[in-house]
């Protein structure tokens, strides 16, 4: 069965930064491109960033531009989200998920997002 | 950026009663790129329905997706129990690709 486990998720206070990462197992993950979704507590769900499979193509939402970086090392199956200048309205859960669809060179064309990882939690605060 | 906007906020059914959740967006997303999720207490999201109308992989027949455009319905033919739960709809026509509020379906 295909396995999705994040980690990395703690406490850090306000400018601080933290790595989560993904691993990835039991599928081809170079194959697929990849998200990041969180859901602050109490709250709904919030999609942060997703990655192509071969990892040249990223998008973001406007909220993480210039404090959060996705990637991917394909040879270790894992994805990474570099959260930087963390704020206090960062703090949540946050999910990987594996995409269905595809991108070309230049634009990716997903269909939603098949398998989850269980979550791991960010909390930001002084 | 697309807002997503899904209504009822709270839908009070019965089991065996149908129900029907929506979701409006705020510009066109065509039919191939919206998505259906459901989500229980203390789990991740699971999709349900993809492109629309799809549905995904060992999901029940009893759900289906319909819609195209700004408009997507998605229908839950006869409630079962472990049916109640949280639905959100999310677009992928355009990056953001951005989450409705949720549907709250709670038992009557």
């Known amino acids: 069965e295909l396995q999705l486990l994040e980690s990395g998720g703690g406490l850090v206070p306000p400018g601080g930064s933290l790595r989560l990462s993904c691993g990835a197992s039991k599928f081809t993950f170079s194959n697929y491109a990849m998200t990041w979704v969180r859901q602050a507590p109490g709250k709904g769900l919030e999609w942060v960033s997703t990655i192509s499979g071969s990892g040249a193509l990223t998008y973001d939402t406007d909220s993480v531009k210039g404090r959060f970086i996705i990637s991917r090392d394909n040879s270790k199956k894992t994805l990474f989200l570099q959260m930087n200048s963390l704020r206090v309205e960062d703090t949540a859960v946050y999910y990987c998920?594996?995409?269905?669809?595809?991108?070309?060179?230049?634009?990716?064309?997903?269909?939603?997002?098949?398998?989850w990882g269980q979550g791991t939690a960010v909390t930001v605060s002084s | 950026e697309i807002v997503l906007r899904q209504s009822p906020g709270t839908l009070s059914l019965s089991p065996g009663e149908r129900a029907t959740l929506s979701c409006r967006a705020s510009q066109s997303i065509g039919s191939s790129y919206l998505a259906w999720y459901q989500q229980k207490p203390g789990q991740a999201p699971r999709l349900l329905i993809y492109s629309a109308s799809s549905r995904a992989t060992g999901i029940p027949d009893r759900f289906s997706g319909s819609g195209s455009g700004t408009d997507f319905t998605l229908t839950i033919s006869r409630l079962e129990p472990e049916d109640f739960a949280v639905y959100y709809c999310q677009q992928y026509g355009s990056s953001p690709y951005t989450f409705g509020q949720g549907t709250k379906l709670e038992i009557k």
């Open positions: 998920a594996k995409a269905l669809g595809y991108c070309t060179s230049t634009n990716c064309h997903l269909w939603g997002m098949d398998d």
